[in-house]
């Protein structure tokens, strides 16, 4: 049977899966203050059990992308979702710092491929016009994932133990990939697709490079794409920003815990109002570049436009530190939240922009890894601020420093990504081969 406008379905798995992702990611900052008191970490300690799972991602960003465009988008997902799950579940094991560093690492592995696959099933699904809103449902599913943590972990911790917590969410990633195995292929293999709907998929070819059958089973030069400025502005975009998102994901909690004294084994209003706020900026962030592609504007410089307006905006982060009361916190951060989504939203869409799909795994993947490695070193700057103020007795000083780091690098990466995009369109395919 044919089902009229499909590849929307393909977009709600994409977006349950991400969702998925961020559940089992966001556990261990919810858990946080329960673990610290159990194992007796400092902040230090936390911050090591955060960098294992950094590297890891790291590692997998780079070999599962590139891995995902050789194998494709549907054993990619079954391969890395597994992968995933069963570490999230393997957490429950953990019996100290070190182990609990081991089971992220693991998680890292698996989650790393995620948004390679998502961005690369995007490019094959839908045209540029939609990409962005595409790419903006997808991408609300961390958010989404974050607020349902926040409902899930507080309701088993007062039924159960930390450990079910681990147990039951490992599973959802099972659940997911029955629907995934049931609904999923690639547009050509798809038998419920229309032969409108897969017209209209096509298209995009009117504004990419031509390609033939054989163009499909070319082997990309994977190292070729370091060779590229697009490559690089995607690298900035990814690098120097995905660690602040990091920064919002696992401290926050502890950030109300320790600032506003926020009681963290029950539903938290304040974080559920933050956390969801990202929805709306991943949606509106990806709806705000297509409307301006709709009404004539060239892709790029509809995608940087609509960075520099988010690069502005995040600077607003910076008044937190002057906020003397929680709800106050609660506003400027929920906008600060949702304007990275929205960025974040723009720059997985210009992988898909200036790269043909064939390419759009891997540079995802290596621009993803760049912002693993910044996820790496950052928490080691957080955790040295945070011990340090704590140890003066300040401990909400070392998050206001911070703070103002995350409202200033926005517009240092949106002026780098400019210039490295400012002569340069699309890659060509032929160019990688």
């Known amino acids: 049977m044919k089902i009229k406008n499909y590849r929307w379905i393909i977009v709600s798995l994409l977006f349950f899966a991400t969702t998925i992702n961020y559940i089992d990611r966001q556990i261990i900052g919810l858990l946080k203050p329960v673990l610290e008191v159990e194992f007796n970490w400092s902040e230090s300690d936390f911050a090591h059990i955060v960098m294992a799972f950094t590297a890891a991602y790291a590692i997998g960003l780079l070999v599962v992308g ?108 099972f659940i997911w990939l029955i629907f995934w195995l049931i609904f999923y292929d690639i547009p050509a293999r798809q038998k419920r697709l229309s032969l409108e709907e897969l017209s209209l998929i096509l298209d995009r070819k009117e504004h990419e490079p031509e390609q033939d059958e054989a163009d499909i089973k070319v082997k990309i030069r994977w190292h070729r794409l370091f060779a590229f400025p697009q490559t690089w502005a995607l690298i900035t975009g990814k690098g120097l920003i995905d660690p602040i998102f990091w920064f919002f994901l696992f401290w926050l909690p502890s950030y109300f815990s320790s600032a506003y004294e926020l009681d963290l084994k029950k539903p938290s209003l304040e974080l559920i109002i933050i956390y969801g706020a990202t ?36 600077l607003s982060i910076i008044m937190a530190q002057y906020t003397t009361a929680a709800w106050m916190a609660v506003g400027i951060i929920s906008l600060a939240v949702a304007v990275h989504q929205a960025w974040a939203t723009n720059v997985f869409t210009m992988a898909s922009d200036m790269f043909p799909s064939e390419a759009v795994g891997s540079v995802t993947g290596i621009a993803g890894m760049a912002g693993a490695v910044g996820g790496i070193l950052f928490p080691l700057v957080v955790g040295f601020l945070l011990d340090s103020y704590k140890a003066a007795g300040n401990l909400t000083g070392g998050y206001n420093v911070l703070f103002t780091i995350c409202g200033l690098t926005y517009l240092t990466a949106w002026m780098i990504i400019h210039l490295l995009t400012r002569k340069h369109a699309v890659v060509k395919l032929e160019e990688l081969k």
Do not use: C
């Open 66 to 173: 590139r891995l995902i465009d050789k194998i494709g988008t549907r054993l990619g997902y079954i391969l890395i979702i597994t992968l995933w799950s069963v570490a999230g579940m393997l957490h429950a094991l953990a019996r100290n710092a070190f182990q609990f560093a081991i089971a992220r690492f693991g998680l890292g592995l698996g989650e790393a491929g995620n948004f390679p696959a998502g961005v690369k099933t995007i490019s094959e699904w839908f045209p540029k016009k939609e990409r962005g809103l595409a790419t903006g449902i997808f991408n609300s599913g961390p958010s989404v994932g974050v607020v349902l943590a926040l409902l899930i972990v507080p309701w088993i911790l007062n039924h159960y133990r930390w450990q079910e917590v681990f147990w039951i969410t490992g599973a959802f990633g």
């Open 279 to 314: 929805t709306i900026g991943s949606v509106l962030g990806g709806y705000f570049s297509s409307l301006l592609i709709k009404r004539g504007w060239r892709v790029i410089k509809a995608r940087k436009t609509a960075l520099f307006m988010f690069a502005v905006m995040e």
